[in-house]
């Protein structure tokens, strides 16, 4: 395991999860719900910034490594998964749309081990609707988290219809990744 500048990042993105969820543990004496709100969408914009950057910087210094390209997407889907089921357990966000989310991870998560163990994983790289999916995702949970209007524009009603957004590219880009694995899959239950 190569300690890096970019595997650094991904650590502390990983070890930011606990901090982020700690927080609406914290009794409102301590820390009110707004100021909870405005710390985890802090923690949350920080983490999707370094996943940005620890990516940027493997590639400029030439510190790419396979523990790296293992680990970034495990800490980026944990700290999704967190902040979905926290938004779940806030009433932010339907257990629906959580589960959608976070079973597509699953799935497709499975699926390119799957299809790397076989010799295909180009088949299901990241595509241009899994980008729009991350991008609608990465926006609305912010806005989810803020829970606010900011400067007269209702953030939680935008993240709200933009969190839909992103359940239905996740259902459309399982089903694009899906169906460029079904021909592999068919040739191996023959």
């Known amino acids: 395991m190569p300690l890096n500048i970019p595997n650094a990042l991904t650590w502390a993105r990983i070890a930011m999860i606990p901090v982020f969820v700690g927080l609406f543990y914290l009794p409102?004496?301590?820390m009110p719900i707004a100021?909870?709100?405005l710390v985890a969408t802090v923690i949350f914009v920080a983490a999707a910034v370094t996943d940005w950057f620890d990516g940027y910087l493997a590639r400029a210094l030439g510190q790419t490594s396979a523990f790296g390209a293992f680990l970034?997407?495990?800490a980026d889907k944990l700290m999704v998964a967190a902040a979905l089921i926290l938004l779940v357990?806030?009433?932010r966000v339907?257990?629906?749309?959580a589960v959608v989310i976070i079973g597509r991870e699953i799935t497709i998560s499975a699926l390119r081990e799957w299809m790397a163990r076989?010799?295909?994983?180009?088949?299901?790289?990241?595509a241009y609707v899994g980008k729009l999916k991350t991008t609608a995702q990465m926006v609305a949970i912010p806005m989810l988290l803020f829970d606010a209007s900011l400067y007269g524009?209702?953030?939680r009603l935008a993240g709200e219809v933009l969190i839909y957004v992103a359940a239905a590219l996740t259902l459309?880009?399982?089903g694009y990744y899906l169906r460029r694995a079904m021909p592999l899959l068919r040739e191996t239950e023959e």
């Open 28 to 30: 409102e004496s301590w």
């Open 35 to 37: 100021t909870q709100n």
């Open 72 to 74: 970034d997407p495990v």
């Open 89 to 91: 357990q806030l009433g």
């Open 94 to 97: 339907d257990a629906l749309i």
């Open 118 to 126: 076989v010799g295909q994983s180009a088949s299901v790289a990241v």
């Open 153 to 155: 524009f209702d953030l």
């Open 172 to 174: 459309w880009s399982m």
